[in-house]
């Protein structure tokens, strides 16, 4: 059944894009912007100009959808998502995700920066996201009609996106860690005793992003392919002071590294 209230949206993009048939949805998080540099033929709208589209309220999200190519692939990049921590509800993204379902994109590659639960694990370093857990235990989908809403997130994260990243990666001299990421439903940071209990409880990294849209994009059967940009360790496993701009700091050092390989990874994969 269709969501008519992706309709006008949709409407707007094809009135500016007739041709566009993008096949995979790029949503992009602090220190990853850069990733638009690297489009072939881009163009530009405003999340303004499209209905459902967030306004995004914050430093560091700029608010555009881009449609390109990237290597084999033609591409729909969100640059700026929309965060439960915002306005509290979760489901910001279904409306984006959904318009860009309906272009044709069959896979979702997320990313976000995020916090290091493993001493191994430093800042600068990217995580690829072999799994995630829901702490705040909110979901997009209240709400949702039809059986399709108990949808299993058992392959959350599909593991040939991941395989095929790692060895892209690889190929570059790059090393991609795997791990759990830890939803925290933000804005505050952690305390350090939150953090001890994600790390004994199984997750490797914090953000306070993804989980949201990585349960839209399984609901409307896409795959996903996610990655972290480790800009801190989390509270109390180091001295630093955590804050947003220390985030974006930390995520403009090494964006253009990290985005050109989130480049050569989308332009490379096989999504078939
Ligand atoms: N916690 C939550 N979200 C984050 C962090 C963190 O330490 N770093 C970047 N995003």
């Known amino acids: 059944m269709t969501d ?127 799994d995630h857990i829901n702490f705040p235990q909110r979901s997009p989908l209240v709400g949702e009609a039809g059986s399709e809403r108990f949808v299993s997130m058992a392959n959350a994260y599909d593991a040939s996106l991941r395989a095929q990243s790692i060895e892209i990666a690889r190929a570059q001299s790059a090393h991609l860690h795997q ?9 505050q940071f952690e305390t350090p005793a939150e953090i001890r209990m994600m790390q004994m409880i199984g997750a490797d990294a914090v953000g306070m992003s993804t989980v949201p849209e990585t349960i839209l994009a399984r609901h409307a059967g896409l795959r996903v392919l996610a990655l972290s940009f480790i800009t801190n360790m989390g509270a109390g496993l180091s001295d630093e002071t955590l804050s947003h701009a220390h985030t974006l700091a930390q995520a403009g050092a090494g964006s253009g590294h990290a985005s050109a390989l989130l480049a050569a990874i989308i332009g490379k994969l096989n999504v078939n």
């Open 179 to 187: 791990g759990v990421y830890g939803w925290a439903f933000g804005p």
């Open 4 to 130: 008519t209230s992706i309709l006008p949206a949709l409407q707007t993009i094809r009135q500016r894009a007739p041709n566009a048939a993008p096949c995979i949805a790029v949503v992009l998080g602090s220190g990853w912007g850069e990733l638009t540099r690297h489009l072939k033929d881009p163009l530009r709208i405003a999340y303004a100009e499209m209905e459902g589209f967030p306004q995004t309220t914050i430093a560091g999200h700029s608010g555009e959808l881009w449609l390109g190519t990237l290597g084999h692939h033609e591409v729909a990049v969100m640059s700026g998502r929309k965060h439960g921590y915002e306005t509290g509800a979760v489901d910001g993204m279904k409306t984006p995700l959904r318009v860009l379902q309906a272009l044709g994109c069959e896979v979702l590659v997320q990313t976000n920066a995020a916090g290091s639960l493993r001493e191994a694990m430093q800042p600068q370093s990217l995580m690829v996201l072999t």
